[in-house]
């Protein structure tokens, strides 16, 4: 993400290709908390018919951005993933998904968050953690 891709709004995450591409939404907008779904389909399995791992990485992710930046208040401020690790719990293979990210502890330049991953019947997919940069302004 560029200082170009984000938008005015401080709490706004921003549009890019690959949320369009994937048919990502986002939700919420309580600080510190990101919400992102997506309705699987056959662009989202691999081979073996279940949902591709970095489709339900992205998701994860993508919660985690629009988390970051729903604490950032400084205008011109946008965030990038230093480190994000995934842990697949269970496959999905139709339905959607939802991915739930929560602030763990926002530093000066750095932010801690968690995310989990759901199908439709609630039940889990995926668990991640994360760390992302706070840069520009």
């Known amino acids: 993400m560029t200082d170009n891709d984000a938008n005015d709004s401080p709490e706004e995450y921003g549009e890019f290709p690959l949320k369009s ?7 919420g907008d309580e600080p510190g908390v990101g919400i992102a779904t997506l309705d699987i389909g056959p662009e989202h399995l691999n081979p073996n018919g279940v949902v591709h791992g970095a489709v339900l990485f992205a998701l994860a992710d993508t919660a985690m951005g629009k ?6 208040e ?21 339905g959607g998904m939802t991915a739930t990210a929560t602030v763990v502890k926002r530093g000066r330049s750095i932010v801690h968050l968690e995310a989990r991953v759901v199908g439709d019947d609630e039940r889990l997919l995926a668990t991640s953690a994360g760390t992302f940069a706070i840069l520009g302004g």
Not at 22 to 27: A, P, W, Y
Not at 79 to 86: G, K, Q, T, W
């Open 67 to 72: 988390s970051t930046m729903s604490v950032i």
């Open 21 to 27: 591409y994937l048919g990502m939404e986002m939700t």
């Open 74 to 94: 400084e205008p011109g401020v946008y965030c990038a993933s230093i480190e994000v690790s995934l842990r697949f719990i269970r496959p999905a293979m139709s």
